[in-house]
Nanobody, 127 residues
Framework: QVRLVESGGGLAQPGGSLRLSCAAS????????MSWVRQPPGKGLEWVSG????????FYAASVKGRFTISRDNANNTLYLQMNSLKPEDTGLYYC????????????????????WGQGAHVTVSS
């Protein structure tokens, strides 16, 4: 059974940093492209960042590029999102998710191609 468990959320001041982790189990982690997706309060899901199976390439939404860094530790089945220079508009519930199909060197921003979402980690950026 696929399981994704996010952690590391919390309250940060504008300009501050947080690091999210996602512990994966129940599937061959290093065979799947992974992404972070967020849901701001009262809004829909928004893709944030994605990473290839081997971590050789990463992708970012324009709103977070240069501030967020995605990474993965395939030996420990963990996905990370380092968030720096946080802004109030980064507030939301952050989910990690895996691509539906195992495929190397493939990435998509289409959320319909992802399945097995975690329960989410709350991030609040406020002074």
């Amino acid at each position: 059974q696929v399981r994704l468990v996010e952690s590391g959320g919390g309250l940060a001041q504008p300009g501050g940093s947080l690091r999210l982790s996602c512990a994966a189990s129940g599937f061959t982690f290093d065979s799947y492209t992974m992404s972070w997706v967020r849901q701001p309060p009262g809004k829909g899901l928004e893709w944030v960042s994605g990473i290839y199976t081997d971590g050789s390439a990463s992708f970012y939404a324009a709103s977070v590029k240069g501030r967020f860094t995605i990474s993965r530790d395939n030996a420990n089945n963990t996905l990370y999102l380092q968030m720096n220079s946080l802004k109030p508009e980064d507030t939301g519930l952050y989910y990690c998710t895996k691509l539906r199909h195992s495929q190397n060197y493939y990435f998509s921003e289409d959320l319909g191609q992802y399945d097995s979402w975690g329960q989410g980690a709350h991030v609040t950026v406020s002074s």
